[in-house]
């Protein structure tokens, strides 16, 4: 428990929040301290705030800003970077109890939420709609729509329909000094002024408090989806069928790829008897009704084969398909049960899967170190889980030359550091060697100027990573 | 022509750029002083830079950062708000001579172009690679993919599609003092670090110029597009009939409303019929392959009827389809042999069309003025177009009172002043009504975190509009 006597911005909370909203006391401030980014570190939180609306945002915000002190939103504590990882002494701003869906409006193609909203719960609430929010992170289940914002979260069928910002219209942000300002629109279009809310979705805390969000949905239940089964005995092997799909023309709604490490650790877990079958799984779909549709699935099939597939099938049971994507959504937990993940997220031009799938193994075999591959593989968003043996410090080390390695080879073939999770602690050496000294610059020209008293998640993103 | 003795900038520019790149004449120099909103004001340039490639842009920011003088970008000069308008004294830079296609890549479904790319010359470039740029501005002929991103251009099909930002992967921009930067990314998936590629498509010039634009493609040939066509007698009827577009969940992958004033300009001009059969024309199309476009065409010829349609069919001839679609891409123009028009580009939610439709009406009755009404009915984006007589002072006024009370209209209805168009000088004045102070300030506080010694496009947008 923080003294109050010697804490200024603390008093000035406790007056401003009522208990139930104000945690202080180490036991149980500390399970918001951190997201799930093993690697990243932490430090000890003044205060947690479980906001309940808008306005504790506010009072919060505004005692901060008068004394100068951090403030780091988290949502479900889900991230892979360390975005929402407490700076020692900040003030940590919960926002999973502002959980409301406030409209779902199939009429004008749009839904408002509060930023705490589960997405399975969004996507649920607007399936009774008859509506669709396409956006599905693999932590769907789990993750709230405040934090897919943030980071501009990305998902299974993103290689079809988008990423997050593709579906935020408007926004609800507390900022500077706790302003609530509205940014963005309701409508199907517009263009009055910056995008100011695009700018925020993705900036992972740094500018302000999201506290509301518009997000358009399509119309109509998503169609039904044909999955296409491959194995395949090389990494390599299933790259060079993402890398023919995407010369084939065809945009599969979903094209998904786990190495032998993953289904090993799947099997362990739940003995779903994958690993025998295969070394590399890699599995496809299409959502295009009709005929159409038909003749995306025999493009996929033979696209496989033609990479040397040992086996690939149109699935032709339903429930065997959705084993395959939920062996697919399990991989990362059941990997995790094996020691700390240092989690890649690098993304590179389709064709070049292959080639990056080769370096991969390469750095795995240069530095001693063990990588598992899951593969958002049809959008070249490729997440190598660098996996060390728990108190092994030298593997660590090795794991963290195979991670450097790995970042440079992804910008080297004109690829990113980070495709879908955002930057927080973990990729920001990796940011900096990404974008120029000048952009870097305007990062934080745009910052000073939107935050003066820098007090958002002060650090992440382009903060110094030295 | 400018006297070099007295002018530090205009002699440091001609000892960084050849005779052929720099204008100062005004007899050539006046062709490129606005673009084609009548209504907007223009003043002198010092200046004009016809640039044939980034080298010159850099040369002439770095002498108009050093001088302080105002640097004004512009494409084919068809924007309809006074972007691109001369701000007295000021270095324009004409991008039109950089209009090369760099690369078209079909496989990781980008193209690389120069900003002076005319809009169909692209589209027509992709479509020999069997890719689609679906952006398509009723300009497409003549406006360029520099001008699209800088107002983030609509157009027919992106009531489907989508607007010009979400084509935009990446781009390079001189900035600043005249440094180059590299903003976005090639690859289909990114979110390293702030969005400041989308921050600059639609910031009409404020905060650099597009030197290079690298725009996302849709793989394979657009389908072909079934037409149905309504004839109604008012309005309002249209407009109920766009509304239930809306609710019945079908995405038309067109929905444009021509009205009575545009059917008989375009007669007038080029004796096309339409006017003796409509008051007002609704055009739907549907690009969905298969039984289930057959399905949103039956659909859409309901949604007509049940409004009240006086007459309405699917098009079985696509030559008179095509002719339709020309009809409305004429209307502009037709229009403009009328008498100079002031352009309204509101957006408002999709079920208030018929509501806002009426509320145009009525200013039209109110203000004594003629308004035709050319609409992305759609999504909701509608082009009200008052026609002043020539050289009539008293109907300007009165169509300046209409225009005042069609944007405050819009915004009542929870629409935005401009869906497409940008603010540029026209709709400053409606900005400053929809956005609130706060959201103002943080426009001025990025404009100098990025511009800090305001250069570009001074007053533009945001500027002051009294």
């Keep these: 428990m923080v003294d109050d006597s010697d804490n200024a911005a603390l008093r ?5 929040l009522p208990d139930e909203v104000l945690l202080t006391d180490p036991d149980s ?6 997201d799930e980014a093993e690697w990243a570190p932490y430090g000890k939180p003044l205060a947690v705030v479980r906001a309940r609306g808008t306005d504790d945002v506010v009072a919060a915000v505004r005692v901060c800003a008068e004394h100068r002190v951090p403030v780091v939103p988290r949502g479900a504590g889900t991230g892979l970077s360390g975005g929402a ?56 289940p789990w993750s709230t729509i405040g934090g897919n914002v943030s980071t501009n979260a990305g998902g299974v069928c993103c290689v ?19 302003e609530v300002v509205r940014l963005g629109r309701r409508t199907a279009k517009g263009v009055a002024g910056y995008d100011l809310c695009g700018l925020f979705v993705g900036s992972e805390g740094t500018l302000g408090i999201v506290t509301e969000v518009t997000v358009k949905l399509l119309p109509g239940l998503r169609a039904p989806e044909r999955t296409v089964v491959g194995y395949f005995d090389s990494l390599v092997a299933a790259g060079e069928a993402v890398a023919a799909v995407a010369a084939s023309g065809v945009v599969p709604s979903a094209l ?23 070394n590399v799984l890699l599995l496809g779909r299409s959502d295009t009704p009709g005929q159409a549709g038909e003749q995306e ?46 989690t890649e997220d690098v993304c590179v031009p389709r064709a070049l899967v292959p080639d990056m799938l080769a370096r991969i193994e390469a750095a795995a075999q240069r530095h001693d170190t063990q990588i598992a591959n899951i593969a958002h593989a049809g959008d070249g968003n490729l997440h190598p889980l660098i996996i060390t043996p728990p ?4 593997a660590r080390l090795r794991a963290q030359r195979a991670f450097d390695d790995i970042v440079a080879d992804a910008i080297e073939l004109g690829g990113t550091v980070t495709g879908e999770h955002g930057v927080g602690l973990l990729k920001r050496k990796g940011l900096h060697a990404e974008l120029s000294p000048k952009v870097i610059g305007m990062h934080h020209d745009i910052k000073n100027a939107l935050d003066p008293t820098g007090i958002f ?10």
């Design 12 to 16: 000035d909370l406790r007056a401003a």
């Design 29 to 34: 401030t500390g399970r918001f301290s951190h």
């Design 85 to 140: 990882n407490a700076v020692d002494g900040c003030v940590l701003i919960s926002l999973e109890g502002m959980n409301e869906i406030l409209e779902i409006n199939p009429r004008e193609q749009l839904a408002v939420v509060q930023p705490g909203v589960v997405n399975d719960d969004l996507r649920a609430a607007c399936r009774e709609h008859g509506a669709w929010y396409p956006p599905d992170p693999a932590s769907s």
């Design 160 to 178: 079809k329909y988008g990423v997050t910002r593709d579906y935020v219209l408007g926004l609800e942000a507390v900022v500077g000094d706790g």
């Design 256 to 278: 998904e790829l786990l190495d032998q490490h993953c289904l090993r650790a799947v099997d362990d877990w739940k003995n779903m008897g994958l690993s025998a079958e295969a």
């Design 297 to 342: 699935v025999d493009t996929l099939v033979r696209c496989f084969d033609e990479a040397g597939a040992t086996w690939s099938a149109r699935s032709t049971d339903e429930q065997e398909a959705d084993a395959l994507f939920s062996a697919r959504r399990l991989a990362y937990p059941a990997l995790e049960r094996l020691g700390p993940l240092l």
């Design 391 to 394: 108190g092994d410090d030298d």
């Design 457 to 466: 998640n002060p650090g992440k993103v382009f903060g110094d990573p030295s």
